[in-house]
């Protein structure tokens, strides 16, 4: 099976003392593009290295996460001009609204997300989107911006069926990961009334482990769990869900 991590930050501290052979495990289960979102400039050195250490293999983003929304937020979004500007990437995010950790900034993260989408439709780019505690108000500034030519991913799908039909309306995959394997994750109870044509596969990593890994330091070799799992919920095979899913990433990022 060929595999694609639609989200993974391999440039993680976490990954500081073990990256390249984080990076084998992954190859040889499989997966063999790896794309990085962005979380602020802080982690763009990181990042480029990465890229030029695996240009076969790594595909970067330029975004600002919504949890590094803060006062400085125009300063880092010049930053994210400056590398879509300089650089090859493959998509604007990670960027979105979170309201799990600090409400504080919400005017900011609305402002910076509003801004981001724009910067996508501005450079025929994908948009791949954050939303935790946020549906509403993700929902509220796509509404406003418009989508028109717009697409992209919802990261970390979490949401109900409902919302899931939302979030495609607007022309977005569900990024479907570690989550789908919980006992109280939900997703796996209404996923196959969603088409498998609009799931991409990912995993966060280093977070959101799958089962049996949960709790501990997620990396991109655990996707044959995701795939494991989402194969179950869909009856079918593996293969075949490695095959849709690999072409909807393809379809997202052009590639």
């Known amino acids: 099976m060929i595999l694609t991590d639609t989200h993974t930050h391999l440039y993680s501290e976490a990954f500081d003392e073990d990256r390249s052979e984080v990076i084998e ?34 595909y970067l983003m330029a975004g600002l996460h919504p949890t590094h929304v803060k006062e400085n937020f125009e300063e880092e979004l010049l930053q994210v001009q400056r590398v879509v500007a300089e650089h090859k990437v493959y998509a604007i995010g990670e960027t979105g609204i979170d ?7 919400i005017g900011q993260q609305k402002e910076a997300f509003a801004r981001q989408i724009q910067m996508a439709k501005d ?16 929902f509220e500034v796509l509404d406003e911006e418009g ?5 992209g991913i919802f990261h970390c799908f979490t949401g109900t069926h409902e919302q899931a ?25 209404f996923l196959d009334q969603i ?14 482990a799958p089962v049996p890994y949960r709790g501990k330091r997620n990396e991109s070799a655990y996707l044959l769990n995701v795939i494991e799992k989402v194969a179950e919920v869909y009856g079918i095979s593996e293969e075949e869900v490695a095959r849709i899913t690999t072409a909807n990433s393809k379809e997202v990022f052009g590639i």
């Open 165 to 189: 039909l939302r979030a495609i309306s607007f022309n977005m995959k569900l990024g479907i990961g570690g989550v789908v394997t919980f006992k109280n994750g939900k997703i796996d109870t």
């Open 147 to 151: 989508t028109d030519g717009l697409s």
């Open 25 to 58: 495990r992954a190859m040889k289960a499989g997966v063999s593009r790896f794309f990085l979102p962005a979380i602020d400039s802080s982690y763009v050195p990181g990042m480029l290295e990465l890229q030029q250490q695996y240009p076969e293999n790594i």
């Open 195 to 208: 088409d498998l044509e609009h799931i991409v596969l990912e995993t966060d990593s280093p977070y959101l």
């Open 123 to 138: 450079h025929a780019l994908p948009i791949v989107i954050h939303c935790r505690d946020a549906f509403d108000e993700i």
């Open 99 to 105: 309201l799990y950790w600090d409400k504080s900034f």
